[in-house]
């Protein structure tokens, strides 16, 4: 008996990762999506190894424009401005990843609790939920500037995630009143199964694309405040991060006024943009995957 | 028909363009001759349309030069602090032993009201000065060049003595330096009883320290002051502002008014640099004061039909600065290393290649005035040519070692070289970063760290929170005012009333610590102690001491002097011509717009 089930749940595998293959074949778009994100966590992770950890300088080839040699020209230090976006991708795209699972795992969690439990937990979580709905994030983050200095990414995504799980945790308590009166929670609920068996096996699958998506777009989130609040200049100076990388190429370089300067504003932006391209492209794809009305064989 | 309608509207959008434009035209359609003055207040980024006509509120819609007049304009002389062009005073005379100076008003100066300038409006500008604690015109105990009595001679004559006690040689430019504000308007600012409190004020005991107060009170009521009109004493007077520009009008009872080109001044406001290189690089803007711009901008400002760029003197060097009580930088081998090391020219080619020249040398003193003041000295000094085996020498005197390419404290603790600098001081950053990248080329580990804005750093600076910090220095013309930057209350030598004492490192705002006496050319000197006695005699006894001085900074290094400033200012030819080229008036006292000054004296002229 065990071992039909067991091979029942390979063929079910099986058969769902050929349904992702058939949604990304069917669109290449979805495909460069996947590939620029994996592009993208390739760069932060291994990016760096492949520079110095103090990148060479040039102070007779300062603010040059792009060139064979480099690519999106050089900073105002002459340094190699591609160089500078692969090696700060890192602090970038992991306060990112921190910030999106902090938002996901603690959206989900309050959001899955309040809506099976329901009663007077819903309704202290929920209020506690529509407080923090209410704060407004970039000033607030603008005010803990000033006291914590955010030199380590990890700490950046804590701060970040703990301001953007208010919205998760509103739609999945949504999803969770639906789905908790449907037959097949019935159904559970009359074998009587375990709530860790119903929330961990029956709920959350039936959510798990509606997160997922929800972490993607998280990121892309975490990477624009972060980037906004170096941009301002209210964060501690990295000159290989993106946001101050922009404000320099504003700021110091004139990218504004010269053209010179242009491909120092401009490869900090891209990267930011690929990103954003990346997970919509990838998000469109696993709305298909995970919604079988949307297929269109 | 598509086609039509965006013909129609491509017109209309051509139309709208012609009538919002903002070519230098006379606004209203005035009959104005001399033709509109486009600038920018470089010392005060954002128009506060809000703000009053006060000269005294920082945010106030005044503009020294343009509306507001100061009694003399203090020049950018390289050795006379108390040289100055005449402003609401046509002539002074100064007392031989600097114990008095005598102003005589411009015998035909009216107000923008028409009423005439009298010496009460002098007394009561220096009441109003007193409020607001001015050098020459200071309540504190003991204050260096501060007034002892002011007496009205006559209707346009005034005399100012200066207190024996603690005299000091630029009182004269501490007076001129004064605005000059109509009574008829201001009088209500202060109660009539203002030279009491001053007089009380200035004595000892609980009745005089509760007269400080009082006035320190009406300081926060003269700079919240909001006179009805501007009734303005200089050429020009404010018409109307919003929070895109200021528009001054030309002042017909101005006493120089018929020699004043101009016949409206535009103020463009600003929030960054990069506002005022697109207005330069647009020619937009007749002047503007120094602002800081990369090359390849200053090549397109320069580019611009009839833009020119002036350069002249600028009294101010930056230099990187050490917290001596912390270790390694109390080794003074360790300071002279790092200025072995630190190629200043390739630091001021990255971070200020306009407005910079690199140090020769430290000596506390700008390039330019230490050749006027110590010609004699200047060969003596070390020049700190950069020069890496002589900085491992320094550095292995030091007791520092070199292991597996990296630079160890004596105790075989990692050194790691942390400079501190405000943000958006895009200058100091790109410096630091520079020599960031020069100490790790040479196994220094380095960081730059950045602090929220220039109030905070240079609190954090003087709570002793920072290893190395960049500061500025060689802020003359004074003799005093430039030493007091090495060796003044930032280095443990407070002047109180004259007299100095000495903090240990640390302790009341002594984040320097160098020791208290240096050995010079084999002499033992305390450098506080002389920088004090720099503020009260005059040039012939000051330049032995500035040479000690200079000697000293530049053997025990308390700071490593990185470039010297430069003062570029913008003009444009096409409009108006006549621009001054002397250093002396390219750049005037604190807070004034040269080209209000230029214009007022005659010097600018509409290009026929």
Not at chain 2, 84 to 95: F, H, K, V, Y
Not at chain 2, 248 to 272: C, I, R
């Amino acid at each position: 008996m065990s071992i039909v089930l067991e091979s029942t749940s390979a063929t079910i595998r099986r058969n769902f990762w050929n349904g992702v293959w058939r949604v990304m074949k069917r669109k290449p778009s979805r495909m460069v999506g996947v590939v620029i994100i994996l592009g993208f966590a390739f760069m932060g992770v291994f990016g760096p190894m492949f520079f110095p950890a103090q990148l060479p300088d040039n102070p007779d080839a300062i603010t040059q424009p792009p060139s064979w040699e480099h690519w999106f020209g050089t900073d105002p230090q002459g340094r190699d401005v591609l160089a500078l976006v692969i090696t700060g991708s890192r602090y970038v795209l992991l306060s990112a990843a921190v910030t999106a699972l902090i938002t996901v795992v603690l959206g989900t969690a309050i959001g899955l609790y309040s809506g099976f439990k329901r009663g007077r937990w819903d309704t202290v979580l929920m209020r506690i939920t529509d407080m923090k709905l209410t704060i407004p994030g970039l000033p607030l983050l603008l005010v803990l500037a000033t006291v914590w200095k955010f030199g380590n990414p990890i700490q950046m995504g804590l701060v970040l995630g703990l301001l953007g799980w208010g919205g998760v945790a509103r739609a999945v308590r949504a999803q969770t009143l639906s789905l908790r009166e449907r037959g097949f929670i019935e159904a559970a609920r009359g074998l009587g199964l375990s709530t860790t068996h119903i929330i961990g096996k029956e709920l959350l699958p039936s959510m798990a694309p509606y997160i997922a998506m929800n972490m993607l777009i998280a990121v892309t989130g975490a990477v624009y405040a972060q980037v906004g609040l170096f941009f301002l200049g209210v964060l501690p100076y990295e000159s290989d991060n993106w946001g101050v990388m922009l404000n320099l190429a504003v700021f110091q370089a004139g990218a504004m006024i010269t053209p010179t300067a242009l491909g120092y504003l401009l490869a900090p932006l891209l990267a930011i943009l690929l990103l954003t391209l990346g997970i919509v492209l990838v998000v469109d794809a696993m709305d298909e995957i995970f919604n079988p009305r949307l297929r269109e064989e | 028909m598509k086609r039509l309608a965006a013909v129609v509207a491509l017109l209309g959008l051509a139309t709208a363009t012609a009538c919002s434009s903002t070519d230098n035209k006379p606004a209203g359609g005035g009959s104005a001759s001399g033709g509109l003055f486009t600038t920018i207040d470089v010392n005060r980024p954002g128009i506060d349309a809000s703000a009053p006509a006060n000269p005294y509120n920082p945010k106030g819609n005044a503009f020294p030069g343009y509306t507001t007049m100061k009694i003399g304009w203090v020049v950018n002389h390289l050795t006379d602090p108390n040289k100055a062009l005449p402003g609401m005073a046509a002539s002074w005379e100064i007392e031989p032993d600097n114990s008095a100076i005598t102003l005589k008003l411009q015998p035909n100066a009216k107000w923008s009201d028409g009423k005439p300038v009298t010496a009460e409006d002098v007394k009561l500008s220096i009441a109003l000065a007193y409020t607001q604690g001015s050098t020459a015109f200071a309540v504190t105990p003991g204050a260096a060049g501060a007034a002892a009595e002011v007496t009205v001679v006559d209707d346009k004559t005034i005399k100012i003595t200066q207190d024996p006690a603690n005299p000091s040689p630029k009182f004269a430019r501490g007076v001129l330096d004064t605005t000059v504000l109509p009574s008829h308007v201001w009088s209500s600012a202060v109660p009539a009883t203002i030279w009491d409190t001053i007089k009380t004020a200035r004595g000892d005991g609980p009745e005089a320290e509760k007269a400080r107060e009082e006035i320190t009170a009406l300081g926060q009521k003269v700079i919240a002051f909001a006179p009805p009109k501007d009734v303005a004493g200089g050429p020009f007077v404010l018409e109307r502002v919003n929070p895109g520009e200021a528009l001054l009008v030309k002042n017909k009872h101005f006493f120089n008014a018929a020699n004043v080109a101009p016949s409206q001044v535009k103020f463009l406001n600003y929030t960054g640099n990069e506002q005022i290189w697109n207005y330069l690089t647009q020619g937009k803007l007749d002047h503007s004061g120094f602002v800081a711009a990369p090359t390849d901008v200053m090549n397109r400002i320069k580019a611009a039909p009839g833009s020119e760029v002036i350069k002249g003197y600028s009294p101010v060097a930056v230099s990187m600065a050490f917290n001596q009580s912390k270790k390694p930088y109390d080794n003074v081998h360790v300071r002279r290393g790092l200025a072995y090391l630190i190629d200043r020219e390739q630091v001021t080619k990255v971070a200020s290649p306009e407005g910079g020249t690199p140090a020769t040398t430290t000596s506390g003193i700008h390039q330019k005035a230490a050749a006027a003041w110590i010609p004699d000295t200047l060969p003596k000094l070390e020049p700190y040519k950069a020069d890496l085996a002589k900085a491992e020498e320094e550095f292995k005197t030091a007791g520092l070692t070199k292991k597996d390419g990296k630079w160890t404290l004596a105790d075989g603790t990692p050194w790691k070289v942390s400079m501190h600098a405000p943000a958006g001081f895009s200058d100091w950053l790109s410096a630091q970063e520079n020599i960031k990248s020069q100490l790790i080329k040479a196994g220094i580990d380095a960081e730059v760290v950045t602090t929220a804005d220039y109030p905070v750093y240079l609190e954090e600076l003087a709570a002793g929170k920072y290893d190395v910090g960049f500061w500025l220095i060689a802020l003359g013309p004074a003799p005093y005012d430039i030493f007091q930057r090495l060796y003044g209350a930032s280095n443990g030598w407070a002047n109180v009333g004259g007299k100095i004492k000495h903090s240990p490192a640390g302790k009341s705002g002594n984040w320097m610590g160098s020791p208290e006496e240096i050995e010079v050319d084999g002499a033992k000197i305390n450098p506080g102690e002389l920088t004090a006695k720099l503020n009260s005699v005059g040039p012939d006894e000051a330049k032995p001491i500035m040479s000690q001085l200079a000697m000293a900074a530049n053997q025990d290094l308390p700071v490593i002097q990185l470039w010297d400033y430069i003062n570029n200012q913008f003009v444009n030819n096409s409009r108006f011509t006549g621009w001054p080229h002397d250093d002396e008036v390219l750049r005037l006292g604190t807070g004034v717009l040269p080209s209000g000054v230029w214009i007022q004296q005659g010097l600018v002229k509409a290009k026929q």
